[in-house]
């Protein structure tokens, strides 16, 4: 059981550790958690097929723990987030569950908690996660009481007012819904803008029957890239839940932190928050006009800092974009579609703008693999064999440790972070220097394998 409440959210395999039994069980021990507020929580779902019935197994929980429901169906993530800012029939909800197994394959399903407009993870989760092993056997009737709710319609009328002035936009683009959910709500807002677009795998199907919705994977991206290769300049990619972007021009694959380069130059005096995979280009080009924190990898750490910085902008190299300015400081693949769109409009030259900013040679994520019990020991064990590096090491400048240990050196940096939700090792290299990356890679992976014999 243990092995389904991660650092970020709920996740394991339907019917397996995400069974009637043990879903009714977080349904209830959240429920008494939600109580106090207030006791209202909503509820949306993904495409996998099994969403449904997870909802129902979450209904009856809450019932139990004597909340009231509101469902709202099969909506994308950023609808459910945006759910906790609105009243429908005049109340408010106190807390959210998204249902979506996000970009992981179709067996697997999972629950993405907010609670009084704030992420629940970390040690909330873990600690629900002991209430429920020690009541494992505790019996949850059925009841399916709720009310249903229209925030996907509200979601849909938001942003097409907000956005109103993009009518008129004549760039054609085309976007890849990958079979997730961003298609419920993405060709609405697309036609009632009046855009002129081409959609890929628009319908929700949990099989996901075209490719895997992750567009951090090259492979998933193909049939967007033949589509850029012929009649388009701009594709944008969806992951399997909206909260990721993929954004896409006839030369580059737009990565998170370059986005956040492109949003923030618009803002002013803008805070920016990235993660510890970030470019130091990044840093450096916000830090010229504004302010940049590294911080945490993960969507719930972001929203916290965000919050506690009261800053404009949230970004993470694999595509969660976060807009607390003009916005709510939540991840939305959609809503950051519409704000590029907007960049665009306004004569943003995207190509010819990464061409200006400084060249730097980098890895993709590097995965080392390793176990669960041994991936924070390995970061530790590095961080005191950093201390005292071999003579042939290269000149560590500096040595940050927010997250896992970012080794700063003369030409570039190299990232090791233990992963919060798989048995791994995340490394990452860049540099200035063309072969310095491979350099700093090899040079930290001998050190964590003189750091796996120690243990």
């Avoid at 006009?289 to 965000?306: C, E, F, P, R």
Wanted: hydrophobic content about 40%.
């Amino acid at each position: 059981m243990q092995s389904i409440f991660r650092e970020y959210d709920i996740r394991g395999i339907f019917e397996q550790e995400l069974n009637e039994q043990s879903v009714k069980l977080i349904g209830y021990f959240l429920g008494l958690q939600v109580k106090p507020l207030g006791g209202v929580v909503a509820i949306g779902y993904d495409a996998r097929n099994h969403s449904p019935k997870l909802c129902e197994y979450l209904i009856s929980g809450f019932n139990k723990a004597g909340c009231i429901v509101q469902n709202m169906g099969l909506v994308a993530t950023p609808v459910n987030y945006f759910a906790n800012y609105q009243s429908f029939d005049g109340v408010t909800p106190n807390a959210s569950v998204m249902i979506t197994g996000s970009h992981n394959p179709p067996q697997y399903n999972g629950f993405k908690i907010t609670v009084d407009k704030k992420p629940f993870f970390g040690e909330d989760i873990y600690a629900l996660g002991d209430m429920i092993e020690k009541n494992i056997n505790m019996l949850i009737e059925d009841d399916l009481a709720c009310k249903h709710i229209n925030a996907k319609e509200r979601y849909i009328d938001y942003l097409v007012e907000a956005f109103a002035h993009l009518r008129g936009f004549e760039t054609p683009f085309v976007y890849d819904c990958g079979n997730g959910v961003a298609g419920v709500v993405v060709l609405e807002i697309f036609q009632r803008l009046g855009f002129t677009c081409k959609g890929l795998f628009v319908q929700p199907d949990g099989s996901f029957p075209n490719h895997h919705p992750d567009p951090t994977v090259e492979e998933n991206l193909k049939d967007i890239k033949k589509e850029l290769a012929v009649d388009f300049d701009y594709g944008f990619a969806y992951d399997g839940d909206a909260d990721r972007l993929a954004f896409l021009t006839k030369k580059n694959n737009v990565k998170g932190d370059i986005m956040a380069i492109l949003f923030s130059k618009a803002m002013k005096n803008p805070i920016v928050i990235g993660e510890v995979k970030c470019s130091q280009v990044m840093y450096d080009m916000i830090n010229s006009y504004g302010k940049a924190y590294m911080y945490k990898t993960g969507h719930s750490n972001l929203k916290v800092k965000i919050a506690q910085l009261h800053a404009d902008f949230a970004a993470e190299v694999s595509g969660h974009l976060f807009f607390n300015d003009r916005y709510f400081g939540y991840d939305d693949a959609i809503y950051a579609t519409l704000r590029m769109l907007e960049l665009l409009q306004d004569g943003l030259h995207v190509d010819e703008f990464i061409d200006t900013l400084p060249q730097v040679f980098n890895t993709e994520e590097i995965k080392v693999q390793t176990t669960e019990t041994q991936k924070f020991q390995l970061v530790e064990k590095l961080k005191e064999l950093l201390q005292n590096p071999p003579a042939d090491f290269p000149h560590i400048k500096e040595i940050i440790t927010v997250d896992g240990v970012r080794v700063v050196f003369d030409h570039g940096w190299g990232l090791v972070r233990a992963s919060n939700t798989t048995p791994i090792l995340v490394t990452r290299f860049e540099s200035t220097i063309e072969g310095k990356a491979k350099e700093y890679e090899t040079k930290l992976n001998a050190l964590i394998q003189i750091a796996k014999e120690s243990l």
